[in-house]
């Protein structure tokens, strides 16, 4: 009798009892991927049966339930309330349509699948090389669960689209972070300089100072909203906008005002 719990090993499954492989694949459609040797042989040492669950979209009982006829044994783990383990992956945490296609950068292990590689070492090594800025668009045959939690930890985003037959994309990209201190709104000419120095290129300039009401607003608003992953809004304004402000905050934007005179005012707007 072999004891399992969430945490288990599907390869230690297999290793048990190779029979296990038919009753994961009797679950739902798409654990028959586990009867492919050469993926199993990918994924079944990586994935747990919490991570096979949510995969599929099943339940971790769903497991217990067509095991338990094959001489396992479930046992309850018991956690600590601060080292509880997170098992909720969250699969796309990022918005796909702002990510410039010009910064991507393609790597397609499926060949290296075929083949009978494990192509966990490829992967992280085009992540290592990836130039900041840009995004790595990874195409395989299956979600990379346990890669994508792995660099959701490290800061990175992910989004996978599943919608081709037999292809899975999955993109990560990694946050922009300012190593800066939490600087005041109203920020002294050094303090808006060093943040839209760092912005770099990533700058969408707009001049709203000849603009009637309220359309300096409702230009500055479209453009912030419009913002791709990475960039910020730099808007010379004749005056602080008050009113905006209040709707910045409302979205969760983050801004300074640097005002060089009457009549010359400078907005940087990020997320």
Known sequence: MMKINENTKVSELIKYNKEAIDAIASINKLFVKLKNPILRKVLAKRVSISDAAKVGGAKVEDFY??????????????????DKPNIKYKLNTMDINKIDPATI?????RDEIAGGSDPFATIMGAVKELPEGKTLKLINVFEPIPMINKLNKKGYESFVDSSQDGMIITYFHKKQEMDLE?????????????????????IVEIDVRGLEMPEPMVQTLANAEGLKEGY???VNHKKVPQYLIPELE???????????????????IFR
């Open 65 to 82: 339930r067509v095991l338990k006829p094959l001489g396992f044994e479930t046992e309850t783990i018991e956690f600590k309330k601060e």
């Open 105 to 109: 950068v393609e790597l397609d292990v």
């Open 182 to 202: 939490e600087e005041t709104r109203f920020a002294s000419k050094d303090t808006f300089d060093k943040v839209k120095a760092f912005y770099g290129e990533k």
């Open 232 to 234: 910020a809004l730099y």
């Open 250 to 268: 409302e979205r969760g934007m983050k801004f300074l005002v640097y005002e060089i005179e009457e009549g010359n005012v400078k907005l940087l």
